[in-house]
């Protein structure tokens, strides 16, 4: 039998509602997993046994009653620390935040406390999420489960939602919340073996997510399987007025999109996504996954989306401004960590500044505040804002005679800690297929779809049009079902 800890989310809600093993019982199966493997893997920065375990007993008593079960009822899950979690600690894995604890809890957490499930404690990543490797975090990187074949380097679980991956790849929770500006629930899902899922921009309530930048955040789930991606995705959806970005339509059933028909669906794969130096490994798996879209009935067409090329510089323009204004609020005041000095408040100001953020967090401050600076603001800014409505045009273009786009996830396999971190732009080459939905705000989903020669996972990426995340989910349940993933990484931690 499998163990609790390595249920699918939806198998374990059902077990759970069927009363084959209690929320107590699983969620204690979780603590003594995390105990056990978060020395080796890092995954949480706090684990929140005393809460986990009276969250437990509360769905417990529920499904007792076996009334008003929420969908969710009992299911034990981990939580990305950007998300204010009231009485938690919340850092965003930044030092500037010191030991803050909200008072308040976001919207895209209470949607899954109303729903019963049951929080385990809170996941490394990238410091304000800016990173795609968790290189950038306070409490240093969390290390992945997966291996190369016959080398025992530690990897990345890919970042920013690095701990969520690492947490959801190695059973220490059943599913995770992650968020994505420019590719940070996809990437680590492709690198992990894992689903995620980045909704249309407005779908998710920003309320309560630490800000990076504002019009690219969006939060999704890290999960096990498509059917686990769509039940999170639907539970932590919601209109949201405290939100003045969110959809004010209510959240489709996208649990029942996974196994529907894609006969009569016309794919496109963008042309310009075939980019230099791509391992063959990429290249040929893409070109599976139009074999097997084309073998489930769709009808498969290449297309262009010309802009393509200028989407990564664009994207650390528009993502580093908006940045640069949202940390704004992280003058040792308000919240979290102050560095004091005689030199007055202008002085405590950049003390406080200087030795709370990182060097990459202050790379794009850096970078946010100068683009934005009078003189400098047309030039940079405003182009990069006129080349994002450019690759939303292409978009919009292609989705006349396209239903949904096939592209891989990222450029590479997983890689080893040090492997990127002394280059940035080599880091942020990791961003190139995945920055183009965030700066066009379109639901994007990456199904692990096979494996590199060193035996890890490698996703591909379905881009729908806006507000059909049930495309995502069609179109990525075929691929799911047709690689038939089930690689596992060696158990070594
Ligand atoms: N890797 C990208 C960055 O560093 C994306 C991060 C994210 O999506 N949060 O900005």
Redesign the pocket.
Known sequence: MTSLTELKLTDAVAGLKSRTFSSREITQAFLDAIDTSNPHLNAYVVVTHDKALAMADAADARLAKGKKLGRLEGAPLGIKDLFCTAGVRTTACSNILGEFTPTYESTVTANLWDAGAVMLGKLNM?EF????SNETSRFGPPTSPWRRKGDNRPLTAG??SGGSATAVAADLCLAATA???????R?PAAFAGLVGIKPTYGRASRYGMVA?ASSLDQAGPLAKTVRDSALMLEVMCSPDPRDSTSIRSPVPAWTKAPGKSIKGMTIGVPKEYRVDGMPAEIESLWEKGVEWLRAAGARIVEVSLPHTKYALPA?YIV?PAEASSNLARYDGMRYGARKSTDGGLTDTYETTRAAGFGLEVQRRLLIGTYVLSAGYYDAYYLRAQKVRARILADFDAAFQSVDALLTPTTPTAAFAYGERSGDPVA??L??IFT?TA?LSGLPAISVPAGVDADGLPLGLQVIGKPLDEDACFKVGAVIEESAGFNARPDRWW
């Not at 999420?129 to 795609?132: D, K, L, Q, T």
């Not at 968020?179 to 629930?185: L, N, P």
């Open positions: 990238d999420a800016m990173g795609s970042g920013s968020s994505d500006t420019g590719g940070s629930i990437q990076f994207y993502a880091m942020y990791n961003d920055v965030n």
